[in-house]
């Protein structure tokens, strides 16, 4: 009887460990099957050819004209030797960030609803502003965020900070692939020259609290703006600063076939996050945003601190919190979006949501879908209409009717 029992013990735990590593098979077949079927990622833009960026810069210097390439964050920060990152440029012998790109200069900017180069102006701080505006003291609104305050995937002027600054005062900072302490230490050492009455504190859901976070969390000329007391006036070396990062970038795209490599037309599956079994979770709403607790106490430090700067000069900070194209395929929240509003209401910070705004549309996805199809990364020009909308409203309520605001902005597509 005992020979039989341990005979019949090893065959259940036999068919248990065949059956345990054929659903695990499974799982990862799933996960690879829906890596090779995923529909057309989206990008971002696909340059006309390798070396037109750059084509276009030695050209522009060749007949005397300052054209430069937009500023983003590996252009303001590079890896030491730690592997923490450092800024590109110095102050007496000091690192010290540029907070912008080359500053009074023309910037080449990809119009992707037209799929080409064009050039666009920058400020006397590198961003894209008319420079008149920071003479304008005290300003409607500053919009502070990352590249869907630049405009990426909007034409010149379309893109929801032109248009909301129509007939309004308004002035934007922003840079592409940053986060959450370079947008406060921009706040911290721009807001002050132009008070506006509200700052738009751009969000963008299941990205910002991330790894761009966590780097500049260890980053020490970020992580500084921390501390309520601490601010470099880099306004008042701007002149230097520039010119140090003009040098870099002609340096740059005179020594380098292309500035920018064009996308690539494939996207090879990622085996790390086939490992984690990303896509499947997502597919039955099992994933989300994973945030390290000292990135979410960092990111709560950084809206005090800047709640308080806005406050000093009788300002308003507002979250405009920006739905992401995982957000609109899934039409769930972000599953870290409960700490967002628990971090904001302990605070009284007030957000303006666009989540429930976009999710009124049938079909929320086209709000990051190019006009062929292609799916984009950024916000198309239907998504920044409806953005600068939302804006509009609230700040005519908050600003101009003095009313307190609770409700969700009403505006819908036109």
Not at 20 to 30: E, H, K
Not at 255 to 284: C, G, K, M, Y
Request: aromatic content about 8%.
């Amino acid at each position: 009887m005992a020979v039989y029992a341990g005979l019949r013990y090893r065959v259940v735990a036999g068919l248990v460990v065949t059956a345990s590593v054929s659903a695990l098979g499974a799982l990862y077949l799933a996960e690879t099957a829906l890596w090779l079927m995923r529909p057309l990622e989206p990008a971002g833009p696909t340059f006309p050819a390798e070396n037109a960026q750059s084509a276009l810069l030695q050209a522009a210097h060749r007949e005397g004209r300052a054209v430069y390439p937009l500023a983003n964050v590996t252009s303001l920060l590079e890896k030491g030797a730690d592997g923490r990152r450092i800024p590109t440029t110095m102050l007496a012998g000091e690192p010290a960030l540029k907070l912008g790109g080359v500053s009074e200069s023309t910037t080449l900017f990809f119009d992707e609803t037209k799929s080409r180069w064009t050039e666009v102006s920058s400020d006397r701080y590198g961003h894209r502003n008319p420079d008149l505006v920071w003479d304008l003291a005290p300003v409607d609104a500053l919009v502070v965020g990352a590249s869907h305050v630049v405009g990426f995937a909007a034409a010149p002027d379309s893109d929801f900070v032109s248009l909301f600054g129509n007939d309004r005062k308004v002035a934007r900072l922003g840079i592409g692939g940053i986060s959450e302490l370079f947008k406060l230490a921009m706040l911290r050492e721009y807001g002050p020259l132009i008070s506006p009455k509200i700052v738009y504190w751009a969000y963008s859901d299941r990205n910002d609290l991330q790894e761009n976070l966590t780097a500049e969390l260890s980053t020490p000329t970020l992580s500084a703006y921390l501390d309520p007391g601490f601010r470099r006036d880099v306004a008042r070396h701007e002149a230097e600063l520039s010119t140090q990062l003009r040098s870099q970038m002609r340096k740059k795209f005179t020594t380098q076939d292309a500035v920018f490599a064009p996308n690539p037309t494939s996207h090879p599956i990622e085996w790390t996050r086939v490992a984690r079994l990303e896509r499947l979770r997502l597919r039955v709403g099992l994933t989300g945003s994973p945030v390290p607790k000292a990135n979410l106490l960092g990111w709560r430090q950084a809206m005090l601190v800047a709640r308080n700067s806005v406050a000093a000069w009788n300002g308003q900070l507002v979250i405009l919190y920006l739905p992401m194209i995982q957000t609109l395929k899934s039409r769930r929240n972000d599953p870290v979006k409960v700490d967002i509003e628990r971090i904001l209401d302990e605070l009284d910070i007030p957000i303006v949501d666009m989540t429930p705004v976009f999710f009124r549309s049938a079909a929320p996805i086209s709000y990051f879908t190019m006009p062929d199809g292609a799916l984009n990364n950024h916000y198309v020009e239907s998504g920044h209409r409806l953005i600068a909308a939302c804006l509009a409203w609230f700040f005519d309520r908050h600003v101009v009717l003095r009313s307190p605001v609770s409700e969700t902005c009403p505006a819908r597509e036109q």
